[in-house]
C-alpha cells in the first residue's frame, strides 16, 4: 500500500541536481546514520561535525560523464565524492572499501521525505559518532547527544572507527580533563612572531590555502579599543576572540550537507594568502574578492570559487574537493563569515584560543526546521550547549549578555546569539 511507503529526495541548493529513491518501507525507518568527526571530514565540509550519511536506498547517482554539473572528487583510495558543481552542495559517498562491490551514501542535510512523516515516526536515528581523537578538544560532539531527540537513544561516542576503537563515555562531556582546553579568555596575544598567531584556513584538497591572522586581528582590536574606538560586533571585548556561532538554517545545512554548521567572523585584512601561495591579503572588501575569484586573479587565491544564492549574497567554496569556505554580504563589505571546521588550530577543532563561541541562547535561524523531521535539534541544541557551558564554568558569551539585556537592535549575522 502507498501510505505504508515513503520516498526520499536528495537535491542541491541551486536545484539543478536532484536523486530519488523508490518508494521504500516505512517498516525500514528510521534509517541509521553515523556521524564523523575526523579531520578529513570537517576539512571537507567545512563544519565541525564534519559528516553525517545514511545508506542510500536509491539507484546510484548518475555518472559525472553523463552529467555534466555532477563532479567527482577522489576522498580516499577508497571514497569518493559527488557533488554539484554550480552551488557546491555534497550530496553522496561513493564507497569502493569492498572489492566487486560499490555502495552510495547520502549526506542526511540534502535528504527530505516526499510526504509527511507519521506522528513518532523518525525518519533518521544517529548511531554513533567517531573519530573523536581527531578533534582534540571534542569538536562539536558534545552538543549532539540529543539527536535522536529527548527520548531517544544517545549516539555512541567512538575515538577512531565506528565499532573498532575505544569507546568514550556518552553520558558526559569529552574529553573529561579540563586542563587540556585553554580558559574563557585565553587568547593569542603573546603568541611568538612570525607566524605563532596565524590558524590555517584550508580545505580537505588543499586547493584553498589560506591563514587567519588571528594574533595580528587580537592585537589590532585591542589597540582600536585603546583609541576609543567601537568594535565589530562580532569581536569578544574582553578578550578580542572572534564569535563563534552554530547554524541551523537551510541555506547552510543544503549547501554543506550538514545540519548544524558552525561559523566565525573576520574582517578581510586579517586574512592573508598562505607563504605557499606567496603571501599577502586578500582583498579587503567583498566586491573585490568577489571580482577577483570571478576573474581569477589573485596569486593565492587557488581553488576558490563563487556561488551567488541570491542577488547580495556570496558563498565561497572550494571548487575540487566541494569544501564550504567563507559566506559574504554586499551590506556587510569589510568581512566574511568562516567555516569554522576549516580552521586548523592546534588546541582542537573549536580553535578556542582564536574564536569565542556563544554557548547557550538561541539557535540561529533554528525556526527553519519548525515542521520538519529536524524540528527537535533546534531545542536539543540550545539545551545541550548551555549544559556544555555551564559544565566547562563559562560565563555566558559577549553576544548572548547584549541580547539578554535587552538591546533593542543588535547588528550583525546569521548566528546563535
Known amino acids: 500500500m502507498a501510505s505504508d511507503t515513503i520516498t526520499l529526495t536528495a537535491q542541491c541548493h541551486c536545484n539543478a ?14 534509517l541509521k546514520a553515523t556521524n564523523c568527526h575526523c579531520n578529513s571530514c570537517r576539512h571537507l565540509t567545512g563544519s565541525l561535525r564534519g559528516s553525517s550519511d545514511i545508506l542510500w536506498p536509491g539507484p546510484p547517482p548518475s555518472s559525472p560523464s553523463t552529467n555534466s554539473l555532477l563532479k567527482k572528487y577522489t576522498f580516499s583510495p577508497r571514497l569518493n565524492i559527488f557533488f554539484c558543481g554550480k552551488c557546491s552542495t555534497t550530496l553522496f559517498w561513493e564507497d569502493n572499501s569492498t572489492p566487486g562491490t560499490t555502495t552510495y551514501l547520502v549526506f542526511t542535510g540534502v535528504l527530505t521525505p516526499t510526504s509527511p512523516l507519521r506522528e513518532g515516526e523518525k525518519l533518521v536515528e544517529w548511531d554513533a559518532h567517531m573519530f573523536l581523537d581527531d578533534t582534540t578538544d571534542g569538536g562539536a560532539v558534545n552538543w549532539l547527544n540529543g539527536l535522536n531527540g529527548p527520548a531517544g537513544e544517545k ?6 572507527w565506528k565499532d573498532k576503537s575505544e569507546e568514550a563515555n556518552p553520558q ?31 580545505c580537505h584538497c588543499g586547493g584553498v590555502d589560506l591563514l587567519l591572522n588571528a594574533a595580528q586581528a587580537q592585537q589590532d582590536f585591542k589597540d582600536r579599543q585603546a583609541r576609543g574606538e567601537q568594535l565589530p560586533w562580532f569581536v569578544d571585548p574582553s578578550s578580542y576572540k572572534l564569535l563563534g556561532s552554530l547554524d541551523g538554517c537551510d541555506d547552510c545545512r543544503i549547501c554543506s550537507g550538514v545540519e548544524l554548521f558552525a561559523w566565525t567572523f573576520a574582517e578581510l585584512k586579517h586574512i592573508s594568502y598562505s607563504a605557499a601561495n606567496g603571501g599577502g591579503v586578500l582583498p579587503t572588501d567583498t566586491t573585490k574578492l568577489r571580482e577577483a575569484v570571478v576573474e581569477n586573479k589573485g596569486p593565492g587565491l587557488g581553488t576558490l570559487a563563487l ?15 566541494s569544501a564550504v569556505v567563507f559566506y559574504a554580504c554586499d551590506s556587510r563589505p569589510d568581512m566574511v563569515d568562516i567555516a569554522a571546521g576549516l580552521l586548523h588550530a592546534p588546541e582542537g577543532a573549536r580553535a578556542e584560543r582564536v574564536i569565542s563561541w556563544s554557548w547557550g541562547g538561541k539557535l540561529g535561524f533554528g525556526s527553519d526546521m519548525k515542521g520538519t523531521w529536524r524540528e527537535h535539534l533546534a531545542a536539543m541544541t540550545e539545551q545541550e550547549t548551555e549544559q556544555f557551558r555551564i559544565a566547562r ?22 548566528g546563535q546569539v
Do not use: M
Request: proline fraction near 14%.
Open 155 to 160: 549516539p555512541r561516542r567512538w575515538l577512531g
Open 307 to 321: 556561488y551567488a544564492s541570491s542577488e547580495d549574497v556570496q558563498r565561497y567554496h572550494c571548487g575540487r574537493c
Open 17 to 30: 541536481l536532484t536523486f530519488t529513491s523508490p518508494p521504500i518501507p516505512r517498516s525500514s525507518l528510521p
Open 393 to 414: 564554568g563559562f560565563p555566558k558569551s559577549f553576544r548572548r549578555v547584549v541580547k539578554e539585556q535587552g538591546a533593542s537592535a543588535v547588528p550583525g549575522g546569521s
Open 172 to 202: 558526559n562531556v569529552w574529553p573529561q580533563d579540563k586542563k587540556l582546553f585553554p580558559g574563557y579568555a585565553e587568547n593569542l596575544l603573546d603568541a611568538e612572531p612570525p607566524n605563532k598567531g596565524d590558524v590555517p584556513v584550508k
